[in-house]
């Protein structure tokens, strides 16, 4: 079994526990086609020259793409988020994440297929606005 790495810090995790850490690296791969998507415009440092992590644990959640900078989690929505229960758990998550320090931005599986170049503007407003 691979080493997890110490996880018991307030910065980038957030006191994530242990099983959070497994269970991202195994959503890592395969990813949605949304989340490979806007993936490829993040990795690497391509954005803005940001680094961003895909599927990080933090507190008791796993982030789809996560920006230690900004404490800015992007999160990709599908179309079970539609629903009743999925949108009050959502909202608890948000408000957790808040928090716990962090920006939370949420774009639909439709945003991200019809119109990255906007999905990737309001990335780069919401960065703006944690900037000031």
């Given at each position: 079994?691979?080493?997890?790495?110490?996880?018991?810090?307030?910065?980038?995790?957030?006191?994530?526990?242990?099983?959070?850490?497994?269970?991202?690296?195994?959503l890592r791969h395969p990813l949605t086609k949304c989340e490979k998507m806007l993936w490829e415009k993040l990795r690497n440092r391509?954005?803005?020259?940001?680094?961003?992590?895909?599927?990080?644990?933090?507190?008791?959640?796993?982030?789809?793409?996560?920006?230690?900078?900004?404490?800015?989690?992007?999160?990709?929505?599908?179309?079970?988020?539609?629903?009743?229960?999925?949108?009050?758990?959502?909202?608890?998550?948000?408000?957790?994440?808040?928090?716990?320090?962090?920006?939370?931005?949420?774009?639909?599986?439709?945003?991200?297929?019809?119109?990255?170049?906007?999905?990737?503007?309001?990335?780069?407003?919401?960065?703006?606005?944690?900037?000031?």
């Amino acid at each position: 079994m691979d080493t997890i790495k110490p996880n018991h810090d307030n910065g980038m995790w957030k006191g994530a526990p242990n099983e959070g850490f497994i269970k991202a690296v195994k959503l890592r791969h395969p990813l949605t086609k949304c989340e490979k998507m806007l993936w490829e415009k993040l990795r690497n440092r391509q954005f803005k020259g940001l680094k961003f992590r895909r599927q990080h644990p933090i507190h008791l959640y796993i982030a789809d793409f996560y920006c230690h900078k900004y404490s800015l989690i992007i999160e990709i929505d599908g179309e079970y988020h539609d629903n009743d229960n999925q949108i009050l758990h959502d909202t608890d998550r948000t408000k957790t994440l808040e928090e716990q320090g962090c920006a939370v931005i949420r774009f639909t599986n439709k945003e991200v297929e019809e119109n990255i170049a906007c999905v990737l503007e309001l990335i780069s407003l919401k960065i703006e606005e944690l900037e000031m």
